[in-house]
Antibody, heavy 120, light 112 residues
Framework: QLQLQESGPGLVKPSETLSLTCTVS??????????WGWIRQPPGKGLEWIGH???????YYNPSLKSRVTMSVDTSKNQFSLKLSSVTAADTAVYYC????????????WGQGTLVTVSS | QSALTQPASVSGSPGQSITISCTGT?????????VSWYQQHPGKAPKLMIY???NRPSGVSNRFSGSKSGNTASLTISGLQAEDEADYYC????????????FGGGTKLTVL
């Protein structure tokens, strides 16, 4: 059974960079044709797609976040990562990592989510 | 990139059927069969319920079904059960700018 687990600091200061890692177990991040993505959810609000990446291909980012987002894959550790720069309080959210279909059009496996709070 | 439009809330009694709508444009819902639906219980991660408009993943009850007409997609839940009470989100591929994906604002389903 595929499992995903987010990890990273739960508190980030304004203007700094948020960094999260998703560790995949129960399957190889590079052995299939799936994409790997990030979605966030501000407290009490809806879901927002951040982006997703193929292990060896071009990432796709939300246009509204594109200037601040970087995603990467580490196949040796079976992990993929998210960096979001110049954060503000508006970036406070639960961040989920998820596996996307081979076409990238839906997320079928999700991590449990991790709350990241932006505050000084 | 605008969020897809969903009703804020819907409700129904056990055993009844309800439908949640998801309205977009010809650049997203209307242009592609890449609509998916997610169920989210409080404090939990979303769960995929429907993909590519009307396909159910293995393990999802056949009480859940999806459809699309024009720029509006719909999720129908028949035979409502107490455990169906949750938030539901639609999502679609969009070509409005660079290839990307967008979620709806979410619908709170209350089982009376």
């Amino acid at each position: 059974q595929l499992q995903l687990q987010e990890s990273g600091p739960g508190l980030v200061k304004p203007s700094e960079t948020l960094s999260l890692t998703c560790t995949v177990s129960g399957g190889s991040i590079s052995s299939s044709s799936h994409y790997w993505g990030w979605i966030r959810q501000p407290p009490g609000k809806g879901l927002e797609w951040i982006g997703h990446i193929y292990y060896s291909g071009t990432p796709y980012y939300n246009p509204s976040l594109k200037s601040r987002v970087t995603m990467s894959v580490d196949t040796s550790k079976n992990q993929f990562s998210l960096k979001l720069s110049s954060v503000t309080a508006a970036d406070t959210a639960v961040y989920y990592c998820a596996r996307s279909s081979s076409g990238g059009d839906y997320f079928d496996y999700w991590g449990q989510g991790t709350l990241v709070t932006v505050s000084s | 990139q605008s969020a897809l439009t969903q009703p804020a809330s819907v409700s129904g009694s056990p055993g009844q059927s309800i439908t949640i709508s998801c309205t977009g444009t010809s650049s997203d819902v209307g242009g592609y069969n890449y609509v998916s639906w997610y169920q989210q219980h409080p404090g939990k991660a979303p769960k995929l319920m429907i993909y590519e408009v009307n396909n159910r993943p293995s393990g999802v009850s056949n009480r859940f079904s999806g459809s699309k007409s024009g720029n509006t997609a719909s999720l129908t839940i028949s035979g409502l059960q107490a455990e169906d009470e949750a938030d539901y989100y639609c999502s679609s591929y969009t070509s409005s700018s660079t290839p990307s994906w967008v979620f709806g604002g979410g619908t709170k389903l209350t089982v009376l």
